[in-house]
């Protein structure tokens, strides 16, 4: 952990029944049709949909930044009603402020909370392996740089759950496969539960313990698959080939 102040253990949730839906000019619009879910601690739940069924409103959901329509959501047992350092979330794009350098965007949440921690700033930056990068700008950064600088600002927090919206989404393909690696050493080291969007069938076997997958909106789950084996997982595994086209032929069925 990079802050032995939080040693608690991953976090599990409990989603029960939720339908959420958004109000449009033209009427409501339903999101999510009673989607039930459990996380056992320390699972790494990948979530797989069409685009636009509702995948980053169920994060957001989880992360405690909108309440659903109806249904419950538990974190260990507990209602999420609102925001919690332990349940952290992380977007496709970085969100760096280009007047903070590496290390001032890293210690961004101590600096609001007005915590000094010199030692938790500098284990982050090591954890990620920007030493040398520690007082560079944003604007001096590569884009898998930036994204191991949010890796670093989010589990300085010592989160017991990290929410991914597809993190590696905008990348180029060798970065990718690079931050695919880390992702799955700071989940492996770290102790959170991950439930990580990802529109990358491969990237979700790679790494997940289990993957869910959604219909077309209203998100519902239409399938929940556990993938069997030890990570990191080869690429060429024929077993991992099966599962990738069936999979797909399930996402396309869900889209006719
Ligand atoms: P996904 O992440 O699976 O692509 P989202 O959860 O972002 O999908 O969005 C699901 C649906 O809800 C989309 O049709 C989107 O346009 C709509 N939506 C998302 N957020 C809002 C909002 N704040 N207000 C109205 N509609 C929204
Ligand atoms: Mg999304």
Not at 67 to 79: F, K, Q, R, V, Y
Not at 83 to 101: A, E, G, K, N, V
Not at 237 to 256: C, G, T
Request: aromatic share 4%; proline share 7%; charged share 20%.
């Amino acid at each position: 952990m990079v802050n032995s102040t939080h040693p608690e253990a991953p976090l599990g949730l409990t989603l029960s029944h939720i339908h959420h839906s958004y109000d449009m000019p033209a009427g409501s619009r339903l999101v999510l049709d009673d989607v039930s879910l459990d996380v056992e601690p320390g699972e790494f739940v990948a979530l797989i949909g069409p685009s636009g069924c509702g995948k980053s409103t169920l994060l957001r959901l989880v992360a405690g930044l909108e309440a659903p329509d109806s249904g419950t959501l538990l974190a260990e047992g507990t209602p999420i009603t609102e925001p919690h350092p332990s349940r952290i979330i992380m977007f496709q794009d970085p969100t760096l402020y280009p007047w903070r350098t590496v290390r001032g965007n890293i210690s961004l949440g101590l600096d609001i909370r007005k915590e000094k921690d010199p030692e938790a700033i500098d284990a982050a930056i090591r954890l990620v392996g920007l030493e040398e990068f520690a007082a560079a700008w944003p604007h001096q950064l590569s884009g898998g740089m930036a994204q191991r600088v949010a890796l670093a600002r989010a589990l300085i927090n010592n989160p017991r759950l990290l929410l991914l919206d597809e993190p590696l989404g905008k990348l180029d393909s060798l970065t990718r496969l690079a931050m695919q690696t880390e992702l799955y050493r700071l989940w492996n080291t770290q102790g959170f539960t991950a439930l990580m969007v990802t529109h990358d069938v491969e990237e979700a076997l790679l790494l997940a313990t289990r993957v869910i997958i959604f219909s077309p909106r209203p998100a519902r789950v239409i399938a929940d698959i556990s993938i069997a084996g030890t990570q990191p997982r080869n690429r060429d595994d024929p077993a991992l080939q099966k599962l990738r086209s069936e999979i797909l032929n399930q996402l396309e069925e869900a889209m006719h």
